[in-house]
Each structure stands twice: as C-alpha cells, then as structure tokens.
C-alpha cells in the first residue's frame, strides 16, 4: 500500500501560476509510475500528465500541453505538478495516483490522494 497527500491547490486569478505537490508514505514512489488526474463538477475524472517510474517520459493531456509541468523527485518521494497561464476550465479537483503500469484510464489506477481544489477566476 501507499498513501498520497496532495497540496497546493487554491484561488487563482486566469493567467497565474500553482504548484501542486504529492507526497507518498508506506512505499517508495519509485515502484510506481504516477500521474495527475482532475474531476470538475458534473465531469468526470480526466487525465491531466503521467510520469514514469524514473521521470525520464512524460505525458499530458492536450488541453494541458503546454502550460503544465509533471516531475517527481524520487528521493523525496513526492511529484509535483506546475501549472502556468491557467484558464477558468483548469478549475477542477486535482487528484494524485499511483500504479504498475501506465494508462490514461483513471479506473485503472490503484492508489489515490484525497484530492486538492484548485479554482481558476476569469
């Protein structure tokens, strides 16, 4: 098992910048390839960016690329997730997760975080 604790998230004026942070416990982050997901009211949860177990391959989704930034420091156990020229439609709950493989497919990830919110104002 591995637990995962998101922070960062807040109000954000259109333009701005967050950085949101993932830490894990019970396990090392690097048995794991870890990712960025987001649920907005009345959607459902989405892919945001994935990162490999070594950090040497990333992926977004393409209404994030290019204005975030996924990296993991292995040695700190934590991932982050910097988010630059935020948009109104960027407001979501941003969740953290880690799994075996890597895959866009939220159902098929195996430990989340509780999630942070993240609010973008026009």
């Known amino acids: 098992q591995v637990q995962l604790v998101e922070s960062g998230g807040g109000l954000v004026q259109a333009g701005g910048s967050l950085r949101l942070s993932c830490a894990g416990s019970?396990?090392?982050?690097?048995?794991?390839?870890l990712g960025w997901f987001r649920q907005a009211p009345g959607k459902e949860r989405e892919y945001v960016a994935i990162?490999?177990?070594?950090?040497?391959?990333?992926y977004y989704s393409r209404s994030v690329e290019p204005r975030f930034t996924i990296t993991r420091d292995n040695a700190k156990n934590t991932m982050y997730l910097e988010m630059n020229s935020l948009k109104p439609e960027d407001t979501a709950v941003y969740y953290c997760?880690?799994?075996?493989?890597?895959?866009?497919?939220?159902?098929?990830?195996?430990?989340w975080g509780q999630g942070t919110q993240v609010t973008v104002s026009s």
């Open positions: 997760a880690a799994n075996a493989n890597i895959t866009p497919n939220s159902r098929s990830w195996d430990f």
């Open positions: 019970g396990r090392p982050l690097s048995d794991f390839a």
């Open positions: 990162i490999t177990r070594g950090g040497g391959v990333t």
